[in-house]
């Protein structure tokens, strides 16, 4: 199968999706798939040929305020140039949709458009018009499944989604660690959508019953010194910056647990956190907030769930998780074992499987 993806940002540009994206295509082309990508921001990831992509004059001045939609123009010229996909995987929202979606149309090509977070609020009314020309929708949780269906696409063309792991990699690190009494882990950018702060917050309140307990923050961004501010009312917070994956594998797997305290804000939100997941495949007690649930990658026993935006809440769970060291390891072997179906080569499949329908209900565009 030809399968074209359309990315705005991959690694080394640094996010979630980008992750998510460039590892997708490296399951794929190890399947025997044929790979075109267009990107504007990263690097073509090994095993695919790049789409060749032109600025034009009226993309150019669209992109001085909305460069994704310029890019995503852009691909729309460039689409009928290039020998013809049997899918177009496009990353992205209702913006990109709207630029690329005539042009698919007109070639026949079934247009496939994974929306990796929350959509943004203020345009609800010309979403539906805006992707009327997807054929299917692939979404990273229930929280962007929720948004989909406020705007009236049908539950029938929604497809819920992880990201993969690398499962034999994980397993390296998990052999070979040892659990750090105490320690607390939160890996993420620090921006505001992460909620850092919160998590400092709880952990400043569950210090003063777990002395000996540690949170250690590993990413940079924008938000890094309002945190290191908030951090310093006392003591046992370490901020790492922005550290490799090996790096962030061998801090996870020594942790007692892992929080990821992301809160939905106006148009910005997160699908699963692929951090959480990797967590469960390191066998390390994972506690979520309401705004960043696991479902359906991961049953409701394999983790814990707390408020989005409640530090008591938070404090609660971490002081009852750090002090019931059987629950917790309970906990961690059903992660353990949801984790197991995460695999990169059974999620990539998944997807084929997902192309396969979506071309089997579109008839192609007469010549």
């Known amino acids: ?101 005539s042009a698919a149309r007109r070639l026949g090509v079934p247009l496939v458009l994974h929306v990796h977070g929350a959509l943004a609020t203020r345009h609800r009314r010309i979403m539906p018009w805006a992707m009327r020309h997807v054929d299917e929708f692939i979404v990273a949780g229930t929280r962007p499944r929720e948004d989909l269906l406020s705007t ?53 309140r569950v210090r003063r019953h777990h002395p000996h307990a540690r949170l250690v923050i590993a990413g940079d961004g924008p ?19 922005h550290i490799p994956p090996d790096s962030v594998y061998s801090l996870v797997s020594g942790a007692e647990i892992l929080v990821h305290a992301s809160q939905r804000l106006p148009g910005v939100g997160e699908g699963i956190p692929n951090a959480a997941l990797e967590a469960l495949a390191l066998g390390t007690a994972v506690l979520v907030s309401s705004d960043s649930s696991l479902d359906p990658a991961a049953p409701p026993d394999a983790y814990r769930m707390f408020r989005s935006r409640s530090a008591d809440d938070l404090a609660a769970q971490l002081d009852a998780l750090l002090t019931d060291d059987r629950a917790r390891m309970e906990m961690t072997e059903r992660g353990l074992r949801a984790a197991a179906d995460l695999d990169w080569p059974l999620v990539a499949a998944k997807i084929e499987r997902w192309y396969d329908a979506v071309a089997a209900r579109r008839a192609p565009a007469p010549a």
């Open 1 to 101: 199968m030809r399968i074209l993806h359309i990315v705005y940002r991959l690694p080394p540009e640094r996010g979630g999706m980008e992750l998510h994206v460039a590892r997708l295509i490296r399951a794929q082309s190890l399947r025997g798939h044929e790979l075109v990508v267009a990107h504007r921001r990263g690097e073509c990831p090994q095993g695919a040929e790049p789409m060749p992509v032109r600025r034009t004059r009226v993309s150019r001045a669209v992109s001085w305020r909305f460069d994704e939609i310029s890019f995503a123009m852009e691909c729309a010229a460039a689409l009928p140039r290039v020998r013809r996909p049997d899918v177009v995987h496009l990353h992205g929202d209702h913006r990109e949709a709207l630029a690329l979606g």
């Open 152 to 204: 009236g696409v049908p539950d029938r063309l929604i497809r819920m989604t992880s990201g993969g792991l690398d499962l034999a990699r994980l397993a390296a690190f998990r052999a070979g660690g040892r659990v750090r009494r105490g320690l607390i882990v939160s890996v993420g950018s620090l921006l505001e959508v992460k909620n850092h702060a919160l998590t400092i917050e709880a952990f400043h």
């Open 223 to 241: 938000e890094r010194d309002r945190l290191r501010r908030l951090a310093a009312a006392g003591p046992g917070i370490e901020f790492t910056g």
